[in-house]
Every structure is written in C-alpha cells, then in structure tokens.
Nanobody, 119 residues
Framework: QVQLVESGGGLVQPGGSLRLSCAASGIFFSMNDMGWYRQAPGKQRELVAS???????NYADSVKGRFTISRDNVKNTMYLQMSSLKPEDTAVYYC?????????????WGPGTQVTVSS
C-alpha cells in the first residue's frame, strides 16, 4: 500500500517562492524514480521535474533555473523548491513515484496541492 501526500501549496505573489513537500509511506524513495507534475486549468498534465535513484535531476524547460527538486531518503520525503514564480506556474502540483518491477512500471500519485501565483 503506497500513500503520497503533498503539502506546501498556497497563494503567492509573482516573483515569490514556495517549497512543496511530498511525504510517502509504503514505498522507499531511495529505490525508485520520482517527480513532480502539474496541471493548470484547461491544460494537460505535464512533468515539471524528476529525480532518479542515482540521483540525477531533470527539469522542464519552463522551470529550469527556477525550480529545484530534491529528496531526503531518511525522511522518505521529496521536495520542490520553487523560486521566481510566474502566473503561468499556477496549477495543481502532483507528487509521482514510479516503481519499476521487471519490465513493468507502476505509477503512484498524491492528491495534489494547489499553487496559485497572482497579484
């Protein structure tokens, strides 16, 4: 049984910062790849940032230089540090963990946390 819970969302002014957290149970972050996705109103869900078990990080072009993904394997928690926020960053942000078992993959999702960037 895997459970992911996001926190840290809210309302922030353009140019501001937020740190999102994803706490997990039933799965070890150290053994799996994971990432943050977001979905804005009227748009498709998109990958924002990912981090592997190596670890190595990848970012969407739209957030490079502004967002930083990290994880604490001891606390089994993943973070997304967001800086220089723009109105277009407004979305529901979802935590994702991908478990690879042989030739199959299994994706687990949190319920999401709302981030609103507005004056």
């Amino acid at each position: 049984q895997v459970q992911l819970v996001e926190s840290g969302g809210g309302l922030v002014q353009p140019g501001g910062s937020l740190r999102l957290s994803c706490a997990a149970s039933g799965i070890f972050f150290s053994m799996n790849d994971m990432g943050w996705y977001r979905q804005a109103p009227g748009k498709q869900r998109e990958l924002v940032a990912s981090i592997t078990s190596d670890p190595s990080a990848n970012y969407a072009d739209s957030v490079k230089g502004r967002f930083t993904i990290s994880r604490d394997n001891v606390k089994n928690t993943m973070y997304l540090q967001m800086s220089s926020l723009k109105p277009e960053d407004t979305a529901v942000y979802y935590c994702n963990v991908r478990r690879m078992i042989g030739q199959k993959s299994y994706d687990y999702w949190g319920p999401g946390t709302q981030v609103t960037v507005s004056s």
